[in-house]
T-cell receptor, first 116, second 112 residues
């Protein structure tokens, strides 16, 4: 399965600023996904990012707040814009599984964001 | 809307015993189900999956059971070990495995 490197692993940011999270995959993948995991909770899909097209956002998430780039088949970024303490969460990227038997998603280790 | 939930938020088992983690889903159109394990400070790790045309699938020490009639999914861990302590999420996905919906999670504690 793919190996994902996600940076930064954690950050503490001032409200009103923006943070860009990077996700690098060691193989080419068509679809990449960005999730948010609020403290003690489950994962919520933010958006799906395909190379060469605009990201598709889930209900409750908008491009102005969470702009996403997908410049090639191995890389994506998620920006959390104009941050507030409510944005404090773990942000995770993941990629589709591979192979004839679907192996499910592989996840990065996440970015733990604290907004103060 | 569709949702995937879990019956038990926490589960404590004795080392060596079998663990059963349950999950209910509401979207009868989902055709792919996945169990993930998440350890502290890490992203979810794929454990096992099952498609809706199956009712049971076995892996190494883990078994997933799917009951489509009552929309219920379970994960069985045999001979539970301390390293199995983690939060376990069930998830459902549409055809092709995209747009996964995660359940609330169950924290498994393994007592030595």
């Amino acid at each position: 399965s793919a190996v994902i490197s996600q940076k930064p692993s954690r950050d503490i940011c001032q409200r009103g600023t923006s943070l860009t999270i990077q996700c690098q995959v060691d193989s080419q993948v068509t679809m990449m996904f960005w999730y948010r995991q609020q403290p003690g909770q489950s994962l919520t899909l933010i958006a799906t990012a395909n190379q060469g097209s605009e990201a598709t956002y889930e209900s409750g998430f908008v491009i102005d707040k969470f702009p996403i780039s997908r410049p090639n088949l191995t890389f994506s970024t998620l920006t959390v814009s104009n941050m507030s303490p409510e944005d404090s969460s773990i942000y995770l990227c993941s990629v589709e599984g591979t192979g004839g038997n679907y192996y499910g998603y592989t996840f990065g280790s996440g970015t733990r964001l604290t907004v103060v | 809307g569709e949702s995937v939930g879990l019956h038990l938020p926490t589960l404590s088992v004795q080392e060596g015993d079998n663990s059963i983690i349950n999950c209910a889903y509401s979207n009868s159109a989902s055709d792919y189900f996945i169990w993930y394990k998440q350890e502290s400070g890490k992203g979810p790790q794929f454990i096992i999956d099952i498609r809706s045309n199956m009712d049971k699938r076995q892996g190494q020490r883990v078994t997933v059971l799917l009951n489509k009639t009552v929309k219920h999914l379970s994960l069985q861990i045999a001979a539970t070990q301390p390293g199995d302590s983690a939060v376990y999420f069930c998830a459902e996905a549409d055809t092709g495995g995209f747009k996964t919906i995660f359940g609330a999670g169950t924290r498994l504690f393994v007592k030595a």
